[in-house]
């Protein structure tokens, strides 16, 4: 599992209450990952959960069970920081997303993605916690057939959409300095949280 080492291990419980006989490793980092993927063992899947770390094709096709990204961010929001760029936009609805990893980041086909309204004034710490709840929630409802079934997950008929953005994308858009309008200052503060760069 490519996430924290204190996710994995309430993640991998979703899953060992399907199948108490998996084998389940945390790779918090890419350095892990390596390794992990370095010897493949048959019957291996590769779960991302809300991580940044971006995946080389070849371990992509290390793994024999597939792979899959627990995107915190509807498919219209795709790349990092989805929440930054939702709130900067007003988006009235925002979400999370689980596809199918593939070489180019937030690309594969979907096989879950579930909405919810954006509350009103909402800050990013707020919108950030609502997307992880929801992405437990369909981690909870997708574990039984990710730890007992090693076929592929379902493709839903649902497409990416929106641009994707990169992490130089959020740090400028929260950069802000003398010359940025005090109305667009104020969407980026609340969107940016402690992302926020202030130039003197």
């Not at 858009?173 to 969407?187: N, W």
Request: aromatic fraction near 8%; charged fraction near 25%.
């Amino acid at each position: 599992m490519l996430t924290g080492d204190a996710e994995a291990k309430a993640l991998g419980r979703f899953l060992t209450s399907e199948n108490p006989d998996l084998e389940i490793s945390a790779a918090p980092s890419r350095d892990k990952l390596d390794a992990a993927c370095s010897t493949p063992q048959p019957g291996t899947r590769l779960i991302s959960f809300c991580s940044s770390v971006i995946v080389p094709e070849t371990h992509l096709e290390a793994v024999d069970c597939g792979s899959y990204n627990f995107h915190p961010g509807p498919p219209s929001y795709p790349g990092r920081y989805p929440s930054v760029f939702a709130l900067y936009e007003d988006a009235k609805n925002f979400g999370v997303t689980v596809h199918h990893m593939a070489a180019r980041v937030d690309e594969g086909p979907i096989v879950a993605a579930e909405w919810f309204p954006v509350p009103e004034n909402c800050d990013l710490e707020t919108l950030d916690t609502l997307s992880f709840k929801a992405l437990v929630s369909l981690f909870g409802r997708l574990a039984k057939p990710l730890a007992t079934d090693s076929s592929p997950l379902k493709v839903k008929g649902i497409g990416w959409s929106g641009t994707k953005r990169a992490k130089v994308d959020c740090d400028v858009l929260c950069t802000i300095d003398a010359t940025t309008p005090r109305e667009d200052a104020e969407k980026r503060i609340r969107a940016c949280g402690p992302h926020l760069n202030w130039v003197t």
